[in-house]
């Protein structure tokens, strides 16, 4: 069965450095998106990817974060100056536009 | 008008019983409401979805029952056994029309089906 793989599963940063989350899509899903959720709450959408540019934001995905697929396999966000309220789970999730999106196993971030 | 709400928060089970989740919408251009189960660490994975030109659909212990009229929609799992025990999350969605697809989950239902 195809699936969604998340990279690292835990990262661990201090207030203020940059982090990126990697994604390994699934391989013929062309549209992309990043969630969230924050320990015991609901999962929120950030942002979907589409064609390699941005094709919907949530008001949560302001200038601290950023998406790119840089080599055409991975899918990463950025967070260039993480808040300790950016402390979350964070999926990624693919979509062939035919069939369900595909959730991966997240990553957990601490921002101390 | 993004929103969806979902009831209730938690929900304790006997084996063998039945449970049920509801949630309600106020987009009616919403076209696909999927249900997602998560186990604590894991990630939503999908359990069973459906579009609003049928009123119910069923698959295997799971099925979804849809009210277009009321904006309301079900989850309900009969027979309920103790490997259920996990968090259950609606969400919808606008599948068509050059959209998206961003899901828009509910709060979510932390199932516990006791022995």
């Known amino acids: 069965e195809p699936e969604v793989t998340q990279t690292p599963s835990h990262q661990v940063t201090q207030m203020g450095q940059e982090v990126i989350l990697r994604c390994v899509p699934i391989s013929n899903h062309l549209y992309f998106y990043w969630y969230r959720q924050i320990l015991g709450q609901k999962v929120e959408f950030l942002v979907s990817f589409y064609n390699n540019e941005i094709s919907e934001k949530s008001e949560i995905f302001d200038d601290q974060f950023s998406v790119e697929r840089p080599d055409g396999s991975n899918f990463t966000l950025k967070i260039r100056s993480t808040k300790l309220e950016d402390s979350a789970m964070y999926f990624c999730?693919?979509?062939?536009?035919?069939?369900?999106?595909?959730f991966g196993p997240g990553t957990r971030l601490t921002v101390l | 008008q993004q929103q969806v709400k979902q009831s209730p928060q938690s929900l304790i089970v006997q084996k063998g019983g039945i449970s049920i989740i509801n949630c309600a919408y106020e987009n009616t251009a919403f076209d696909y409401f999927p249900w997602y189960q998560q186990f604590p660490g894991k990630g939503p994975a999908l359990l069973i979805a459906i579009r609003p030109d049928v009123s119910e659909k069923k698959e295997g212990r799971f099925t979804i029952s849809f009210n277009k009229s009321a904006k309301q929609f079900s989850l309900h799992i009969m027979d309920s056994q103790p490997g259920d025990s996990a968090t259950y999350f609606c969400a919808a969605s606008i599948n068509y029309g050059g959209a998206t697809n961003k899901l828009i989950f509910g709060t979510g239902t932390l199932l516990a089906v006791q022995p």
């Open positions: 999730a693919t979509w062939d536009r035919v069939n369900e999106q595909f």
